[in-house]
Nanobody, 125 residues
Framework: VQLQASGGGLVQAGGSLRLSCVAS????????MGWYRQPPGNQRELVAS????????????KYADSVKGRFTITRDNAKNTVYLQMNSLKPEDTAVYYC???????????????WGQGTQVTVSS
């Protein structure tokens, strides 16, 4: 299984970016998916997560307090993709952003954690 993240870049404070992460490979079911970030000199932290939901109900979401009201996580199960819409960006959002997915390779597989390669987000003041 591979996770390919994209969409990072340099943006001014107050601007917006949209991150995407596509999962590919031997996937029976994508369970929870999420975005983490690692600011310079700091540990990796959870930004937002979304569970698989169902055909009729979108997955439930969780957000770090620091991004609530500014970031939105969504997913498109048909495309094996998770998105992170980031609005009202602040310099403290500067970090390498990593996507994460819990993937079941078969009906009997409870899931394995996978990570994307990371994409740099830099917010200038």
């Amino acid at each position: 299984v591979q996770l390919q993240a994209s969409g990072g870049g340099l943006v001014q404070a107050g601007g917006s970016l949209r991150l995407s992460c596509v999962a590919s490979g031997s996937i029976f079911r994508l369970n929870a998916m999420g975005w983490y970030r690692q600011p310079p000199g700091n540990q990796r932290e959870l930004v937002a997560s979304i569970d698989s939901g169902s055909m009729l109900i979108s997955g439930s979401t969780k957000y770090a307090d620091s991004v609530k009201g500014r970031f939105t996580i969504t997913r498109d199960n048909a495309k094996n993709t998770v998105y992170l819409q980031m609005n009202s960006l602040k310099p403290e959002d500067t970090a390498v952003y990593y996507c994460n997915a819990d993937v079941s390779g078969s009906p009997y597989d409870y899931g394995t954690d996978y990570w994307g390669q990371g994409t740099q987000v830099t917010v200038s003041s």
